[in-house]
Nanobody, 118 residues
Framework: QVQLVESGGGLVQAGGSLRLSCTAS????????MGWYRQAPGKQRELVAG???????NYADSVKGRFTISGDNAKNTVYLQMNSLKPEDTAVYYC????????????WGQGTQVTVSS
């Protein structure tokens, strides 16, 4: 069974930084890609950033230049460094991964709260 375990959320003042981590565990053949989504109250879940196993990254326009996604393939871990945080970044952040077991499936973490105070 595949699990995604997140850590690193919390409360920070505007302009501050946080680093999120997510590790995939369990039995699987490979991790194709990992990424972060977020969902603010009353809003749809949206992609924040993603990274493939080959290191190709993509970002939402709203976080470009402030957030950096990176991955450690050996540890099946993805990181999201968030700098210059704004109150509008407040949301529950979810780790997402495309993982190959006996099939290619999409998996989600339990979510971690990020709150940015003004």
């Amino acid at each position: 069974q595949v699990q995604l375990v997140e850590s690193g959320g919390g409360l920070v003042q505007a302009g501050g930084s946080l680093r999120l981590s997510c590790t995939a565990s369990g039995t699987f053949f490979s991790v194709n890609s990992m990424g972060w989504y977020r969902q603010a109250p009353g809003k749809q879940r949206e992609l924040v950033a993603g990274i493939t196993s080959g290191g190709i990254t993509n970002y939402a326009d709203s976080v470009k230049g402030r957030f950096t996604i990176s991955g450690d393939n050996a540890k099946n871990t993805v990181y999201l460094q968030m700098n210059s945080l704004k109150p509008e970044d407040t949301a529950v952040y979810y780790c997402n991964a495309i993982i190959v077991t006996s099939y290619r499936g999409q998996y989600w973490g339990q979510g971690t709260q990020v709150t940015v105070s003004s």
